[in-house]
């Protein structure tokens, strides 16, 4: 019984850590870019997108959906790098291990 009280301790402790980290992550950025930084998105690590940059040579109006392609692709390296961040400062958590509706 001594070693079932232990790894519940040792699950809390992690599990504290873990929410210690996700707020932490709510504060920290990662930039996604498309057309060689002529759109950049900003997202956070809780996967908010919070500013979105467009440089005055992507808007042509005669190609509305180049500049539609580029925001989207801009946001999505966001959002795979914002995961990645998060992904990587968790396994330091678990050890590596992939815990279950985490991630």
Known sequence: MKGMNELV???????KKMAKLQEDLQDRTVEGTAGGGMVTAVVSGSNELQSLTIDKAAVDPNDVEMLQDLILSAVNDGIKKAKAMMEAEMGQITGGIKVPGLF
């Open 9 to 15: 301790r040792q699950a809390q402790v992690m599990q």
